[in-house]
């Protein structure tokens, strides 16, 4: 069974927050994006991070991801405290050690897709492995593409080379923000099934936020946010289980 290096590798964490809080504003205008929230990721294992409009969850994922500042607490990228870190250190490590999805794609128009794939070992001044990007491009099926710009590429297709950019430089976390957000169904699954084979095949560790049940079921743990603090959690999800999860909080909402 393949389940035993997994289970092995899913005992380390990529990253953790504590106690972790986030404050905008001041007096009457006050608002706590996040509430002393304390939470862990899994190596080799893909998060999804879900809640209302207004949760914490994008905040949550930016702080951690070293996007944001937040006003107390920690947050570690495997040994490294983010908060010690000055702006300089801050920046080699998103480089160096983490990954990146957008829901808009974030490629530069006048490059072809391969060259967008391999820019942020080209800015960093590394090499890129070219065995492993090759590996990568073959798994995200761009083999046929990479000589095209993002304007002749689809709306999936390009989301596919946001995704091989992210994983081709073998980063220690990758953190998606909404990535199917921008896609129809079919291109969406595509891209989280390329996301989920990164976590069995290549012992990635991805951390998402989504709003969507069906791409949340694509996660091995699910971790729900209300008003900046973590309600709820869910193992092997299913997107009914997660449907049914939501449909709880909404009705507390309601009733509170």
């Known amino acids: 069974m393949t389940t035993t290096p997994l289970a092995t590798q899913a005992t380390a964490v990529a990253a953790r927050a504590t106690e972790l809080t986030k404050v905008y504003g001041q007096g009457e205008t006050q608002v ?3 509430d002393r929230v304390t939470v862990e990721f899994q190596q080799a294992q893909l998060t999804a991070i879900m809640g209302p409009s207004g949760s914490g969850k994008s905040t ?3 702080c951690v991801a070293g996007l944001d500042s937040f006003s107390s607490g920690s ?3 495997g040994d490294t405290e983010l908060g010690s870190l000055k702006d300089k250190q801050l920046t080699k ?3 160096d050690k983490i990954g990146f999805i957008f ?5 530069l128009p006048t ?3 391969y060259e967008n794939i391999t820019l942020p070992m080209d800015i960093a001044g590394r090499k890129p492995d070219k065995q492993w990007v090759q590996q990568v491009i073959d798994m995200v099926g761009l083999s046929g ?3 095209h710009r993002p304007s002749q590429l689809s709306g999936g297709q390009q989301q596919r080379v946001a995704v091989a950019r992210a994983l ?6 990758i953190f998606g923000d909404e990535p199917t957000g921008n896609l129809d169904s079919r291109s969406g699954a595509e891209v989280l099934g390329f996301l989920r084979n990164s976590v069995r095949e290549l012992g990635q560790t991805v951390v998402m936020v989504t709003h969507d049940p069906v791409a949340a079921a694509y996660a091995d743990r699910v971790v729900f946010l209300a008003d900046g603090r973590i309600v709820d959690e869910l193992y092997e999800p299913t997107a009914d289980s997660v449907l049914d999860r939501m449909k709880r909080f909404d009705a507390k909402g309601r009733t509170s």
Not at 103 to 107: D, I, K, M, P, T
Not at 168 to 173: G, L, V
């Open 75 to 77: 947050v570690r990228i």
């Open 32 to 34: 706590v994006a996040l």
């Open 60 to 62: 949550l994922m930016h």
């Open 168 to 173: 081709a430089s073998k980063p220690d976390i």
């Open 145 to 147: 593409r990479l000589s």
């Open 103 to 107: 829901q808009a794609f974030n490629l």
């Open 93 to 95: 490590l998103r480089r």
């Open 111 to 113: 490059l072809t897709a």
